[in-house]
């Protein structure tokens, strides 16, 4: 009996030798969109990346998960690119202020449009040709998203404030605050019922902006760089970033300038090509 445990035993081991290797999971060759993602939260201007460049796709019959020759990557909403890579494709994006120039490490890229002019000298003194083609692809959502969110004569809510992530807890107690870390949604339907919306978070204004409510930046806190705003402003045809810095300040002053972007430039620089057939 033992000889036949022995034996049993020992085919057991053979066959576990002999069997075929786990197959290494399929890597299909399609088109990767980086956004910043927090480990914590969803925080609904970094989201709005895979709203817009998802629609803009999907009306001309294209979709990410589409398998091509190469697969590509492509860098659209957020101040993102000290995360490109050699190669990668840039619609929208703008350099972030406060990471070192070292951080970025790309030597190419593939640039459609940038956020603003900061950015596109940022990329010129590298030696990368960047096309004048500027604004933020949230931007767009009004135009991509009008049916459902439809601009209303009656705005219910007469001041709207959207914080950054770091200054969500600045506003405890405020009346009327988006949290960026509510449904993507809710976020840009509430500013677009605002009557004016006072913000500490780029895409607070870029959102106001998209809807043609009135917007004043206010900067509560130190913890983002002012070159990403003053990159946004420009290249939607402010002259300058008007900066408030209290409640009180924020509430009496004038809303900065109305906004005059080429969207139809920005919309015709999307990388369609990404899916030529």
Avoid at 85 to 112: A, C, Q, T, Y
Avoid at 247 to 262: G, H, I, K, L
């Amino acid at each position: 009996m033992n000889k036949i445990l022995r034996t049993v035993r020992d085919l057991a081991r053979r066959d576990r030798r002999l069997a075929p290797a786990s197959p290494v999971p399929f890597q299909a060759k399609t088109i990767e969109l980086f956004y910043w993602k927090s480990p914590v939260a969803v925080n609904f201007g970094d989201y709005l990346s895979s709203v817009i460049v998802n629609k803009i796709a999907a009306e001309a019959d294209c979709f990410l998960d589409e398998e091509r020759p190469t697969p590509a990557r492509l860098l659209a909403v957020g101040s993102i690119l000290h995360f490109a890579r050699d190669g990668d494709v840039v619609w929208g994006s703008g350099v972030n202020g406060k990471v070192p120039v070292e951080r970025h490490i790309f030597r190419w890229l593939d640039v459609r449009a940038v956020r603003g002019p900061l950015t596109r000298d940022f990329l010129n003194r590298r030696g990368i040709d960047v096309p004048e083609v500027f604004g933020d692809p949230g931007i767009l959502v009004a135009e991509l998203l009008g049916a459902r969110f439809p601009k209303s004569a009656e705005r219910k809510t007469p001041v709207a404030f959207v914080p950054n992530l770091h200054d969500l807890p600045k506003m405890d107690g405020w009346e009327n605050v988006i949290s960026p870390l509510d449904p993507w949604a809710t976020v840009v339907r509430r500013i677009s019922q605002a009557s004016l919306v006072i913000s500490t978070s780029l895409h607070g204004l870029v959102v106001a902006d998209a809807f043609g409510v009135p917007c004043t930046y206010l900067r509560l806190s130190e913890e983002e760089n002012t070159l990403k705003y003053e990159d946004y402003v420009l290249g939607v045809g402010r002259r300058r970033l008007d900066v408030t810095r209290s409640r009180e300040e924020a509430v009496r002053a004038s809303p900065m300038d109305p906004v005059s972007p080429d969207l139809a430039r920005l919309k015709a620089s999307f990388p369609y090509d990404l899916w030529d057939r």
